[in-house]
């Protein structure tokens, strides 16, 4: 036998070392036994969750807080298939990723032998590309590709389902990095024609705005937009994704536009003749009915995947390419135009129509989210779920620094939030995580808990406890006639008593006067995990809102006194 002969699991394992890879989160099963047999002694750290869709959502967590691909291993069957939400999450926020699933041998599959799913098949539809490997001497270069694949250009998730008797028979590695990949063709720079153009029309404007979004952030154009804006007196809005890309302390900043934007972001779209989208895909969320969205500016793009091009909104121009590259040759061309109007304009309606919450009363969501961010560490990783606290969390949480912000924005994921932060504390050790998330959403994975205590994990779990569905009920209260369906999740569990079982320390909050003492408290807490139940006024509304489908001048900037009409829009 050659020296540089190997199992497949052991070629799987060393590949995954030469390419950089640290941890890898997972589960085992039957099939993928002899991966987990080579991970034994290797320096690879294996993060034991309980459940497969809590190690892809680790493994997002992990990838979207330090850039490096992240890797879940789990087996074949139900084990792969428990990937799904996981994947679909990555592939709608372009998040690099590599799930490798154990398989059933080559000579059982299509015989529906236990435990066997075709994978491959499945995945296609929500992946960047997907292997079935059944020769083992493709092996080594497919587990390069699928890194390469995952990282490269837009980002994704990549699939590698490996038959059993693939991973326990015999190949050669070798130390050469080898591809085959011939129709794949990642190109940074723009087209010069295409940057002139673009050039000129950010030229001719007086009122123009950036909208930054997760693709910015992803080819690290930070500088850059910041130069932009700054130099050029270029207001700055960002997406759900694109939060932290530009400092949203900063004048020029003005959050997150759309649904659950600030108002004086939506009316500052409203009111530009020109949109510069820099990585942002016009998102529904944020343009509503394409035809009605701020029908008095000229939209521009930079984006490195051409599918996305004039794909949700025409354009007036365009460039192809890598975010920071192109900004690096589009900006020698741009000219200083006066726009000290503009943006006195701008820094009014900032002031005419601030985010704001009352204090009195019951205790508010509003009012946590905001004094945790107060107390908490500036550059402080933030990961929340979905819904009613994902926007408020989006709202009053001023992002300063890119990689600190992790949310499922693209698929909506419901249990996302806690153990995407278990992966980011994983790959950012000495920073403070934070998750944030609803009663509803904490309970679709907090069986994750067991992972975050056994390794000794200090996030903070804020759980935005209302004992409802809090978003739908909004939607059926608005739209719907008050007509509560499916959104009263009474028979939560106690989640101080919960924290015990799971032996982790719990705080609760009740009163608003109790607010900030008990978050310290928390925050001063670092021996493990904990739990931080805040249990909030059960029938608050997040605005502004527009509703969906709505054009941003339907913006509603509190509850209607009138009756509302369905929305045109889905969600």
């Given amino acids: 036998m050659s020296q540089n002969m190997r199992t497949g699991a052991d070629a799987v394992v060393e590949t995954m070392l030469q390419l950089g890879v640290e941890c890898v989160f997972g589960l085992p099963g039957g099939a993928a036994i002899p991966i987990y047999d080579a991970i034994h002694e290797s320096k690879l750290k294996l993060i034991l969750t309980r459940h497969e869709q809590g190690a892809t959502h680790m493994a997002d967590g992990y990838a979207r807080a330090t850039g490096n691909t992240g890797v879940a291993i789990v087996t074949s069957g139900p084990g792969a298939t428990n990937t799904v939400t996981g994947i679909f999450t990555a592939m709608m926020d372009s998040i690099p990723m590599v799930v490798i699933c154990g398989q059933q041998t080559t000579n059982n599959l299509g015989l529906d032998t236990f435990q066997e799913a075709d994978v491959s098949g499945i995945s296609y539809p929500i992946v960047k590309?997907?292997?079935?490997?059944?020769?083992?001497?493709?092996?080594?270069?497919?587990?390069?590709?699928?890194?390469?694949?995952?990282?490269?250009?837009?980002?994704?998730?990549?699939?590698?389902?490996?038959?059993k008797n693939i991973s326990s028979g015999f190949c050669e590695l070798s130390e050469e990095r080898v591809f085959d990949l011939p129709g794949y063709k990642v190109k940074k720079e723009g087209d010069p024609k295409c940057i002139q153009k673009f050039a000129e029309v950010v030229n001719q404007s007086v009122r123009p705005v950036i909208l930054a979004g997760h693709g910015a952030l992803i080819s690290g154009a930070e500088k850059e937009i910041a130069y932009l804006a700054k130099t050029f007196s270029i207001?700055?809005?960002?997406?759900?994704?694109?939060?932290?890309?530009?400092?949203?302390?900063?004048?020029?900043?003005?959050g997150m536009p759309g649904m659950h934007g600030t108002a004086y972001a939506n009316k500052t779209l409203c009111e530009a003749d020109l949109i510069i989208s820099i990585g942002s895909r016009w998102d529904d969320r944020i343009s509503g009915t394409p035809e009605a969205f701020c029908v008095n500016a000229k939209k521009i793009q930079i984006d490195i995947d051409k599918c996305e091009i004039n794909k949700n909104i025409k354009l007036d121009a365009y460039v192809n390419g890598d975010a920071r590259t192109v900004l690096e040759e589009l900006i020698p061309l741009l000219e200083k135009v006066d726009r000290k109007q503009w943006i006195k304009n701008v820094l009014k309606l900032k002031k005419d129509f601030p985010l704001?919450?009352?204090?009195?009363?019951?205790?508010?969501?509003?009012?946590?989210?905001?004094?945790?961010?107060?107390?908490?560490k500036k550059d402080a990783i933030y990961a929340t779920d979905v819904?009613?606290?994902?926007?408020?969390?989006?709202?009053?949480?001023?992002?300063?620094?890119?990689?600190?912000?992790?949310?499922?924005?693209?698929?909506?994921?419901?249990?996302?939030?806690?153990?995407?932060?278990i992966g980011a504390q994983i790959g950012k050790p000495k920073s403070q995580v934070i998750a944030i998330v609803g009663d509803g959403g904490f309970q679709?994975?907090?069986?994750?808990?067991?992972?975050?205590?056994?390794?000794?994990?200090?996030?903070?779990?804020l759980v935005i406890n209302n004992k409802y569905l809090g978003m739908v009920r909004q939607w059926q209260e608005l739209f719907y006639d008050n007509r509560l369906s499916g959104v009263d999740l009474v028979g939560n569990p106690d989640l101080l008593k919960l924290a015990g079982a799971y032996g982790l320390k719990g705080f609760r909050i009740k009163r608003s006067s109790d607010v900030r003492r008990v978050l310290k408290e928390a925050l001063d807490y670092n021996d493990g995990p904990c739990i931080i139940d805040a249990e909030v006024e059960k029938c608050d509304n997040v605005f502004p809102m527009v509703p969906a489908g709505a054009p941003l001048e339907d913006m509603l900037l509190e509850r209607p006194k009138m009756k509302m009409a369905k929305p045109k829009g889905s969600t």
Avoid at 359 to 373: F, N, P, S, T
Avoid at 444 to 461: D, G, Y
């Fill in 235 to 254: 207001p700055v809005t960002n997406t759900l994704l694109g939060k932290g890309v530009f400092p949203e302390t900063e004048e020029l900043s003005l």
């Fill in 356 to 376: 704001n919450y009352k204090k009195e009363g019951k205790l508010r969501a509003q009012h946590v989210i905001d004094e945790m961010y107060n107390l908490a």
């Fill in 444 to 461: 679709m994975t907090l069986c994750e808990l067991s992972t975050a205590v056994i390794h000794k994990l200090p996030i903070k779990i």
């Fill in 387 to 421: 819904g009613q606290h994902q926007m408020w969390a989006a709202q009053f949480i001023k992002t300063d620094n890119p990689r600190t912000w992790l949310s499922s924005g693209g698929a909506g994921t419901m249990g996302y939030g806690f153990p995407a932060a």
């Fill in 129 to 163: 590309h997907s292997y079935l490997v059944t020769d083992i001497e493709d092996l080594p270069r497919v587990v390069n590709e699928a890194f390469y694949l995952a990282k490269s250009g837009r980002p994704g998730p990549v699939v590698i389902d490996i038959p």
